[in-house]
């Protein structure tokens, strides 16, 4: 069970990326591009250049959860870009 509690650091990227990305290519841009450990149980937001979905990816002590929205309709109001 996936639990995300006030102590859980999240981070959202203010640059979209490519959605072919799969979990080995997001932890390797969290490390180079934020300079992180994907493995420190926070949690990191991603968007697409059309701002229609939104990948989730955190590490909870035994494996990645990965989640992705597609939406079928709109844009996400992505407020960094």
């Known amino acids: 069970m996936l639990q995300i509690g006030a ?6 990227s ?13 932890c390797a841009m969290i490390k180079s591009q934020f300079n992180l450990d994907p493995m420190t149980g926070a ?7 059309r701002k229609s979905g939104i990948k989730f990816i955190i590490y909870d002590g035994q494996g990645y ?17």
């Open 14 to 26: 203010t640059f979209a990326i490519d959605f072919r990305l799969g979990i080995d290519g997001l």
């Open 43 to 49: 949690l990191f937001a991603f968007t697409n250049n």
């Open 65 to 81: 959860w990965f989640c992705y929205k597609r939406l079928s309709q709109g844009r996400i109001q992505w407020w960094l870009s």
């Open 7 to 12: 102590q859980t650091k999240i981070y959202i």
